[in-house]
Nanobody, 122 residues
Framework: QVQLVESGGGLVQAGGSLRLSCAAS????????MGWFRQAPEKEREFVAG????????YYTDSVKGRFTISRDNAKNTVYLQMNSLKPEDTAVYYC???????????????WGQGTQVTVSS
């Protein structure tokens, strides 16, 4: 079965960095646009970053532009999110997402990971 397994979350001070990873299995990875979403307490899940199937196009929500970088390694079936200059408002559970046949993940998601907690202290 398809699995998306996130790792790399944790507690970090404001201004610090974390790198999230999402390892995919059970699917043909380069058929899927990949992305990261997050959900803070008492808030709806929101889009953070996405990357096209071949990795040539990346896109971000405005609040993370210039601070976060999404990348993928299709040989390793893994997508990454490098998060720099972290702020307390980045605190959330971060979810990996896969959407088959599309470069853009801001639509119906086929698979979700279980999430990884990121906490940024002030």
């Amino acid at each position: 079965q398809v699995q998306l397994v996130e790792s790399g979350g944790g507690l970090v001070q404001a201004g610090g960095s974390l790198r999230l990873s999402c390892a995919a299995s059970g699917l043909t990875f380069d058929y899927y646009g990949m992305g990261w979403f997050r959900q803070a307490p008492e808030k709806e899940r929101e889009f953070v970053a996405g990357i096209s199937r071949g990795g040539g196009t990346a896109y971000y929500t405005d609040s993370v532009k210039g601070r976060f970088t999404i990348s993928r390694d299709n040989a390793k079936n893994t997508v990454y999110l490098q998060m720099n200059s972290l702020k307390p408002e980045d605190t959330a559970v971060y979810y990996c997402a896969a959407r088959r046949g599309y470069d853009y993940v801001r639509g119906n998601i086929d698979y979700w990971g279980q999430g990884t907690q990121v906490t940024v202290s002030s």
